[in-house]
Nanobody, 126 residues
Framework: QVQLVESGGGLVQAGDSLRLSCAAS????????MGWFRQAPGKEREFVAA????????SYADSVKGRSTISRDNAKSTVYMQMNSLKPEDTAVYYC???????????????????WGQGTQVTVSS
């Protein structure tokens, strides 16, 4: 079992930056692939970014590529997502998710993640 707690969301203006954090507990953090997903009102949940257990080979959705950086600190059992040049369309609830590294399936698919946080709201005003 893994418990995930996100933080760092808030209300910002277009062009601002935010760093989201997700603290994990309850299991060996380094055995999990970590991902960020988001869900805007009235829309489906979508993949944002993911990082493997070693902290390399990150993957990004095209919508955030070049503006966001996912990273992790296995010693602190925490995954981060630095988001820059925020746009109003980035407004959503952002969720942290974890899946065992040995699990088969695309890391961009939320259906392949076993554990989820409660989410943190990011609102970007124009």
């Amino acid at each position: 079992q893994v418990q995930l707690v996100e933080s760092g969301g808030g209300l910002v203006q277009a062009g601002d930056s935010l760093r989201l954090s997700c603290a994990a507990s309850g299991s060996t953090f380094s055995t999990y692939v970590m991902g960020w997903f988001r869900q805007a009102p009235g829309k489906e949940r979508e993949f944002v970014a993911a990082i493997n257990r070693h902290g390399d080979s990150p993957s990004y959705a095209d919508s955030v590529k070049g503006r966001s950086t996912i990273s992790r600190d296995n010693a602190k059992s925490t995954v981060y997502m630095q988001m820059n040049s925020l746009k109003p369309e980035d407004t959503a609830v952002y969720y942290c998710a974890a899946r065992l590294a040995l699990k088969v399936g695309p890391i961009t698919s939320g259906g392949h993640y076993e554990y989820w946080g409660q989410g943190t709201q990011v609102t970007v005003s124009s």
